[in-house]
């Protein structure tokens, strides 16, 4: 049976924590907030307890898990050979929402890595987080606490909605929804120069800085298409996608974008399709000047001057979507500067890569 345990996300009550985490040395499942999206733990050395993590979400097994660790000491029980690019990388960017590809330990077990030599490792910037990995004694491994392909879970009812008749034992659950809303930022340090994986709340402009060097972006962490492996979470399956079909309108131009979401409702319209539009606040502003658009229903996705506030709601929106009884959503894309790149990753992975774009 499914326990919850609400904890104050600054000062967590120290009674849920240790509850949690003799759940963790038991071999359970713990649900539990981070700074990015909630993740789903278990002890990263008990193999058996990371397999049941695939099979409560459905997780495909060669798609790896993350490690999560409290401190950095901890970091060389999972990880061998550290360039030392990523040591200079990590005394400053952690605990935070930056994930590093690192060559493994032979004791973390194959079932965290997907049979892979390397290992995804971070420690997460949240109170909670770093209480249960303390309490429980081990790394802990966590994927996001999701219903494999689903929106992340930025909120513990989205967690509820996906394992209510499911094997989870526990959910730690805090005040609210997750501050960034988005996923941590992976970075391949394994290569030279290292190569963004899934692009985060580290910008693309804030990692070539703390790695003082230049950084490679496939197509795939921009969203566009799949890699042809699973070398860390998000790059490899359908992710991120609601039940509803979700298509993603694109324009360089703002004024081009407005005029194309408006072509782009009304032809599907006329298509008798129930419509859903995923917009920002200045676009919902500027589409109520067509009197075709006021009857759709509207989730605002946060505002285009503040990308951040995108993030933060992108997943809940998905999710929201699906509760509208539409045939199709049409959401808004965004520019791919800072955590833009983030947005439209997720995005474009949650529409299938159904894109319709301005003609040049």
Known sequence: MLKVR????????DSAIREASDYIKRGYLVAFPTETVYGLGADTFNGEACLRVFKAKGRPPDNPLIVHIADVDELYKVAVDIPEIAISVIRRAWPGPLTLILPKSPDVPREVTGGRNTVAVRSPAHPVALALIRASGTPIAAPSANKSG????????????DYANDDVEMILLDAGPTFFGVESTIVDVTRNPPVLLRPGPFTIEELRSLFNTEIVIPEFARGLGEADAAL??????????PRTQLVVVECGDYDSLVKLLRDVAVD???KKLKVALLITKETANELMKYPEINELPIIILGYR???YTIAA????SLRNLDKLNVDLGIAEGI???????????RLRKASGFSIIKCKM
């Open 6 to 13: 609400k904890v104050d996300p600054i000062n967590p009550d």
């Open 268 to 270: 599907y319209l006329n």
């Open 150 to 161: 689903r929106p992340s879970p930025t909120l513990a009812e989205h967690i509820i909605e």
């Open 305 to 307: 001057s503040n990308p």
């Open 313 to 316: 709601a992108l997943f809940d």
């Open 232 to 241: 860390a979470p998000g790059m490899k399956y359908r992710h991120y996608a």
């Open 335 to 345: 520019e791919e500067r800072g955590i833009g790149l983030a947005v439209m990753n």
